[in-house]
């Protein structure tokens, strides 16, 4: 198939069941990926299937790049160049200076990454930790730009829309038991109702 003809877009609460298949083939951690479902994109044929997907995790004006994953190695380059398209619109739509990865294939190079320098790790967020990782850094604009108080408004915003998206699952996960209850309320109720109509169509035949 044509990789081109996939479509690129945000990850929603449906996509998660084939999004947790593809993390587990990659051997991501699951379960965290799955609390920061608004930060990740997706690379699906037009049948469904996720080709690929990465996350874009925004702190102020700078983003960190993590978490890709493949369906198939043989066209993991043509799909990673999708993805990376993908994230460059929303790095000039979120306005950031500055993009980050830890993510080790060539072409992460190839795009203009390179190893941080103990300079530009005083730049790093807080919010994406591990400063003591083997972090490569993208510059995008000029990061004077933005002043520390607009810094820190972008990142109180951007860790509200994670807040109410995390909020989201929890309440999609709750509606779910919430239907499987009622749905196991209704098939007891008409259980219940058969047995007494089988109770009482028995008692009319002894009479």
């Given at each position: 198939?044509?990789?081109?003809?996939?479509?690129?877009?945000?990850?929603?609460?449906?996509d998660?069941?084939a999004?947790?298949g593809?993390?587990?083939?990659?051997?991501?951690?699951?379960?965290?990926?799955e609390?920061?479902?608004?930060?990740?994109?997706?690379?699906?044929?037009?049948?469904g299937?996720?080709?690929?997907?990465?996350?874009l995790?925004?702190?102020?004006?700078?983003?960190?790049?993590?978490?890709?994953?493949?369906?198939?190695?043989?066209?993991?380059?043509?799909?990673?160049?999708?993805?990376?398209?993908?994230?460059?619109v929303?790095?000039?739509?979120?306005?950031?200076?500055?993009?980050?990865?830890?993510?080790?294939?060539?072409?992460?190079?190839?795009?203009?990454?390179?190893?941080?320098?103990a300079?530009?790790?005083?730049?790093?967020?807080?919010?994406?930790?591990?400063?003591?990782?083997?972090?490569?850094?993208?510059?995008?604009?000029?990061?004077?730009?933005?002043?520390?108080?607009?810094?820190k408004?972008?990142?109180?915003?951007?860790?509200?829309?994670?807040?109410?998206?995390q909020?989201?699952?929890?309440?999609?996960?709750i509606l779910?038991?919430?239907?499987v209850?009622?749905?196991?309320?209704?098939?007891?109720?008409?259980l219940a109702l058969?047995?007494?109509i089988?109770?009482?169509?028995?008692g009319?035949?002894r009479?």
């Amino acid at each position: 198939m044509n990789v081109m003809e996939c479509t690129v877009r945000r990850a929603n609460l449906d996509d998660l069941p084939a999004l947790k298949g593809l993390w587990e083939i990659a051997r991501l951690p699951v379960i965290e990926l799955e609390k920061h479902l608004t930060e990740v994109q997706v690379a699906a044929r037009p049948d469904g299937v996720f080709l690929g997907a990465i996350a874009l995790r925004v702190a102020g004006s700078q983003g960190w790049l993590h978490s890709e994953a493949f369906y198939s190695l043989e066209q993991s380059e043509a799909v990673r160049r999708l993805l990376w398209e993908r994230v460059q619109v929303l790095a000039r739509n979120h306005g950031l200076t500055r993009l980050w990865t830890r993510e080790r294939d060539p072409f992460w190079s190839g795009a203009g990454f390179r190893q941080a320098t103990a300079e530009d790790l005083k730049r790093l967020p807080a919010a994406f930790g591990q400063p003591q990782a083997e972090w490569h850094t993208l510059p995008l604009q000029a990061e004077t730009a933005l002043t520390p108080a607009l810094e820190k408004e972008l990142e109180l915003f951007h860790l509200a829309e994670q807040q109410d998206a995390q909020r989201l699952i929890r309440q999609a996960g709750i509606l779910k038991w919430v239907v499987v209850l009622i749905a196991v309320g209704f098939l007891g109720a008409a259980l219940a109702l058969l047995v007494n109509i089988f109770t009482r169509s028995r008692g009319r035949r002894r009479r």
